[in-house]
């Protein structure tokens, strides 16, 4: 087919901007342009950004100014294209064509449109797009975005200002994506929102259909039904309220995988009142030792902010002693760094930054020791493994216990006849922090 012209494509931020991304591209594809990899080929560049920190920021504005530089014709989108961070865009790049906000996934096309101008009227009965839409991810595994927006207001964040209040997806057009997805080579779904949690809250929990049959829009529903489908579902920001115990029966079942990712925060109770996080009250350690005696392979994943103002080395050593007693077992840890907007900015006693340094330095290296412990106690085992990448040395794969970019991964040395999206058996040999070695077993 001839195409209605060329558009470059920039995609920065969580993996939630890429679902965006996505959409926007299947949109572009099915109006009948032609997605290309260089500024030079590009009749107009879109750059999708994320404002959630400065340094993401600073990431968002560099591309604009590249894409101004090489290409000249660019259109902004995603979460910097509000409010302030929107003028700060205009005024570096006073040329650019046109700046939207996030999920404006109708705002961005539109823009293409009028910039670069269809030379023809799509027929999409001819011109071909896979029904699983454009996706940016490698085809074994894929993200399935489930609702938009928060209803939080936690202090250090500004989401639910870029990016609304939670709007559910019903469950069946969920699943109906989910059966695309999977139809078209999906191993491994990874189920993402702002919290997934509260999923189907806003609407009251209605029930939607599927296959012929009832299923609510909730998130028990949800993770039952996607259970059927035959492939690794994993679940991303959970929010740990009273009900997501009854998920983990399902991952005791093998329906979805033992992983949660459930970002704590802290442990003082009085920096996570000041953080204004849902579900602080919970008793977060004896729901973690529940979770494990239902289901003893599960794997918790989570992140912390260290240095939050009012932070004194007593809330942080409360932090280091939850460390230890809850044996988490993969962890990300962010000093506290002002946003633009937090409520959190305003709040009094300021960590300085030295201090902030110093305990991210010890958070780190008291879980470092964890992971390798827990990692070291695998040795020995067999795991079925997702390959990601086949190289010259071997294959490089994924445990249940990994989700892609953020977590481990697991060598396996000459299994070059190994594809990506193989599900394969490993018997594990050695183990460092983060990641795992082994060999191929029948």
Not at 320 to 327: I, N, R, S
Request: proline content about 6%.
């Amino acid at each position: 087919m001839s195409t209605s012209g060329k558009v470059g494509f920039i995609s920065l931020g969580c993996p939630k901007a890429l679902v965006d991304s996505e959409r926007i591209l299947t949109q572009l594809k099915l109006d009948g342009y032609d997605v290309v990899p260089s500024y030079d080929d590009a009749d107009v560049v879109v750059v999708n950004t994320c404002g959630f920190i400065d340094s993401a920021k600073q990431e968002s504005l560099d591309a604009i100014n590249e894409a101004m530089k090489e290409n000249g014709k660019v259109i902004v989108t995603g979460c910097m294209g509000k409010g302030k961070d929107a003028d700060i865009i205009r005024e570096r790049n006073p040329g650019v064509l046109a700046v939207t906000g996030p999920q404006a996934y109708e705002e961005v096309v539109g823009a293409v449109h009028q910039w670069l101008p269809s030379e023809q009227e799509h027929d999409p009965h001819v011109d071909l797009l896979p029904p699983q839409g454009v996706k940016l991810t490698p085809r074994h595994y894929s993200y399935l975005k489930i609702s938009e927006g928060c209803n939080h207001s936690c202090t250090f964040c500004i989401i639910p200002d870029m990016r609304g209040k939670l709007v559910s997806r019903p469950a069946g057009e969920v699943l109906d994506e989910a059966e695309r997805l999977v139809a078209a080579g999906t191993k491994e779904l990874l189920v993402i929102s702002q919290d997934t949690s509260a999923y189907g809250v806003d609407l009251k929990y209605q029930t939607a259909f599927w296959q012929g049959r009832p299923v609510k829009s909730r998130m028990l529903e949800l993770c039952q039904a996607l259970g059927e489908m035959g492939v690794w579902v994993r679940l991303h920001y959970v929010y740990p309220y009273p009900h997501v115990d009854e998920v983990i029966p399902l991952m005791a079942e093998g329906k979805i995988l033992p992983y949660l990712d459930i970002p704590f925060q802290h442990a003082s109770p009085k920096i996570l009142k000041a953080m204004k996080r849902p579900a602080a009250s919970e008793s977060n350690l004896e729901r973690i030792k529940a979770w494990r005696s239902v289901c003893p392979e599960l794997t918790i994943r989570s992140t912390f902010i260290v240095g939050f103002p009012g932070e004194t080395e007593a809330d942080f050593q409360l932090l280091l002693d939850f460390l230890q007693e809850a044996q988490l077992d993969r962890v990300g840890c962010f000093t506290y760094s002002a946003v633009d907007g937090a409520v959190a900015n305003a709040l009094p006693d300021q960590v300085p930054e030295d201090v902030k340094a110093e305990r991210h330095r010890r958070f780190m290296e008291a879980q470092a020791l964890i992971s390798a412990q827990r990692l070291q106690a695998k040795v020995g085992s067999i795991q079925t493994v997702l390959v990601d990448e086949v190289t010259p040395e071997g294959a490089v794969a994924r445990s249940m216990a990994d989700a892609p970019e953020i977590d481990g991964s697991v060598f396996i040395d000459g299994a070059t006849q190994l594809s990506p999206g193989d599900f394969v058996r490993v018997e594990i040999e050695e183990a460092d922090e983060y990641d795992l070695w082994g060999h191929l077993v029948g």
